[in-house]
């Protein structure tokens, strides 16, 4: 929780602080946050507007549907006063979805050093019924890769922790280093996030993902989906893949048919037509399988 050290307000007359006062008075959620502070006129009359800054930011918070469109001053929280040893002190909270932001950063950064290095000489589970089957996929495609030829990748779906990233890593890596593939792992939320950041990498990152040899698109379905995601970063990648034959990969917790409701959750017709079009490009580019398995993560 960062600390805020009230600041001396500017120079008013009394009138001015007394009339700000009682029209913020007018105001019910004002006047209960006044009540809820226990705060005297004289102490509430002083800091009028940074409560009513709270109330702004508070209102935010309510209609907020995620960090990329938040408005408050500090991007993902909220200015919340709270009364200590009888002084008002301001300090930032985080919202839910910058919690939930820490979370996924901090589980990416334990997939990523679990990833980073992985073979497939590190591939565990070769006697489980339910991995056997993607395990010698991945044998067979590391024996036939050729990046002169066309071949299709994985759409690899199924339970969380499962070990869906790791054996896409193992192979991308044994590619790079056995038969000198390009490779790129990419969490694919955080594509989204990055592109809407910085628009002046926009153009040099889609290229490179629409070139590089192997790409795999980590955790798709994971986003929230916007036409511009789906339709101008998505699709534009796909389209170039699609027509230039080059292997693509997905993980994701949703099979392929989840996946086409979720890109078109808005229900109309039009969003349904373009979900269906970048389902076809997925299906196109990749080989559907299905890995259920304990949470290898624990």
């Given at each position: 929780?960062?600390?805020?050290?009230?600041?001396?307000?500017?120079?008013?007359?009394?009138?001015?602080?007394?009339?700000?006062?009682?029209?913020?008075?007018?105001?019910?959620?004002?006047?209960?946050?006044?009540?809820?502070?226990?705060?005297?006129?004289?102490?509430?009359?002083?800091?009028?507007?940074?409560?009513?800054?709270?109330?702004?930011?508070?209102?935010?918070?309510?209609?907020?549907?995620?960090?990329?469109?938040?408005?408050?001053?500090?991007?993902?929280?909220?200015?919340?006063?709270?009364?200590?040893n009888g002084k008002v002190i301001f300090s930032y909270?985080?919202?839910?979805?910058?919690?939930?932001?820490?979370?996924?950063?901090?589980?990416?950064?334990?997939?990523?050093?679990?990833?980073?290095?992985?073979?497939?000489?590190?591939?565990?589970?070769?006697?489980?019924?339910?991995?056997i089957s993607v395990i010698k996929?991945?044998?067979?495609?590391?024996?036939?890769?050729?990046?002169?030829?066309?071949?299709?990748?994985?759409?690899?779906?199924?339970?969380?922790?499962?070990?869906?990233?790791?054996?896409?890593?193992?192979?991308?890596?044994?590619?790079?280093?056995?038969?000198?593939?390009?490779?790129?792992?990419?969490?694919?939320?955080?594509?989204?996030?990055?592109?809407?950041?910085?628009?002046?990498?926009?153009?040099?990152?889609?290229?490179?993902?629409?070139?590089?040899?192997?790409?795999?698109?980590?955790?798709?379905?994971?986003?929230?989906?916007?036409?511009?995601?789906?339709?101008?970063?998505?699709?534009?990648?796909?389209?170039?893949?699609?027509?230039?034959?080059?292997?693509?990969?997905?993980?994701?917790?949703?099979?392929?048919?989840?996946?086409?409701?979720?890109?078109?959750?808005?229900?109309?017709?039009?969003?349904?037509?373009?979900?269906?079009?970048?389902?076809?490009?997925?299906?196109?580019?990749?080989?559907?399988?299905?890995?259920?398995?304990?949470?290898?993560?624990?």
């Open positions: 929780m960062a600390m805020i050290k009230d600041l001396n307000l500017p120079k008013s007359s009394s009138v001015d602080l007394k009339k700000n006062y009682e029209d913020a008075l007018r105001d019910k959620r004002f006047l209960n946050l006044v009540k809820k502070l226990q705060l005297s006129n004289e102490e509430a009359m002083k800091i009028t507007s940074k409560l009513q800054d709270t109330i702004i930011e508070c209102q935010n918070c309510e209609s907020c549907n995620g960090l990329y469109v938040c408005k408050n001053i500090l991007k993902g929280h909220v200015r919340i006063p709270e009364k200590r909270v985080p919202c839910k979805y910058q919690i939930n932001m820490k979370r996924i950063i901090k589980e990416k950064e334990q997939k990523a050093n679990i990833n980073l290095y992985a073979r497939m000489k590190d591939i565990d589970g070769v006697d489980d019924k339910k991995r996929w991945i044998d067979r495609y590391f024996e036939k890769y050729d990046f002169l030829k066309s071949t299709k990748g994985l759409y690899l779906h199924g339970s969380f922790g499962s070990g869906k990233t790791f054996l896409i890593s193992a192979l991308f890596h044994e590619l790079e280093v056995e038969k000198h593939a390009s490779i790129c792992i990419v969490y694919y939320p955080e594509i989204l996030r990055e592109l809407k950041d910085d628009w002046e990498v926009y153009e040099s990152k889609i290229k490179y993902y629409q070139n590089v040899d192997l790409l795999c698109l980590d955790d798709i379905g994971a986003e929230r989906v916007t036409e511009w995601g789906r339709d101008e970063v998505l699709g534009t990648i796909l389209q170039y893949r699609m027509e230039h034959k080059l292997p693509t990969f997905f993980t994701s917790n949703m099979s392929v048919s989840d996946l086409e409701a979720h890109l078109s959750s808005s229900g109309t017709q039009k969003d349904h037509v373009k979900a269906r079009r970048i389902i076809e490009r997925i299906r196109q580019l990749s080989e559907e399988k299905e890995l259920i398995s304990e949470n290898r993560r624990k």
